[in-house]
């Protein structure tokens, strides 16, 4: 029984000793001795404001264009169809401008973040697509959904038409908002630290030398004067 004790203890000792000994700081958990632990990687200034306007436009596109658009077209018990699709036009063309200059934004900031060419091709594809969206496609929308009474549902062939063109239009719209997200997974998997593009510390000065018939002020070594 005493023995049994004895071994009791002596485990307990032994647990409570590893619980105490004191852990690196800066390492895993899981890592082993003698393997450094990678340091964080920092954005820079132009990664920050390439995130910042990519977010602004998928979220114009994504909650103005497929969220608050479609709840104004389909108040039908508070607003009649047809103005509710006249109230919703200058709302669609502000979007689709923000979202355009997004675009220009991070075209002009993305060579700052990243080298990758993948990332430079998708910026200029979506600087080309959100230019087509605004200029072409919504005024091209609006004025089929001009000629069609959405009260009546007449005359048949214009609305068929419209219709086809808001469905080319939403299809634009998700191709602008999966483009952006792409663009900033590319820049962020292949963008550089902000540390590696700080300028490197310059050399530090060698130290002043004494010469002959002056006095170093610089030299730790005392002066010793003759009298």
């Not at 709840?71 to 006249?86: K, T």
């Not at 593009?197 to 610089?218: D, H, K, Q």
Request: charged share 15%; glycine share 8%.
């Amino acid at each position: 029984m005493l023995s049994l004790r004895s071994r009791m203890r002596g485990a307990l000792g032994v647990v409570m000793s590893r619980i105490s000994e004191p852990h690196d700081i800066g390492r895993g958990q899981h890592d082993p001795p003698g393997v450094p632990t990678p340091a964080r990687r920092a954005l820079s200034p132009a990664a920050c404001l390439g995130l910042l306007v990519s977010s602004i436009a998928i979220s114009a596109i994504g909650l103005g264009r497929f969220v608050v658009l479609p709840m104004m077209v389909r108040a039908h018990a508070l607003v009649d169809a047809n103005l509710a699709r006249s109230l919703a036009e200058p709302i669609h063309f502000r979007l689709a401008e923000i979202t355009l200059a997004a675009t220009l934004v991070a075209f002009v900031v993305l060579p700052r973040w990243t080298r990758s060419k993948l990332a430079g091709g998708l910026a200029m594809t979506l600087v080309v697509g959100a230019a087509a969206w605004r200029a072409v496609m919504l005024p091209a929308l609006y004025v089929g959904w001009s000629k069609v009474d959405l009260v009546a549902g007449r005359p048949l062939d214009r609305m068929h038409a419209a219709t086809t063109l808001d469905g080319y239009e939403q299809a634009i719209s998700l191709a602008l908002m999966f483009g952006f997200l792409a663009t900033t997974w590319v820049a962020l998997r292949h963008g550089e630290p902000a540390s590696a593009r700080m300028p490197a510390a310059p050399p530090p000065m060698p130290a002043p030398t004494s010469v002959a018939g002056t006095i170093n002020v610089a030299s730790p070594e005392p002066v010793v004067t003759r009298g």
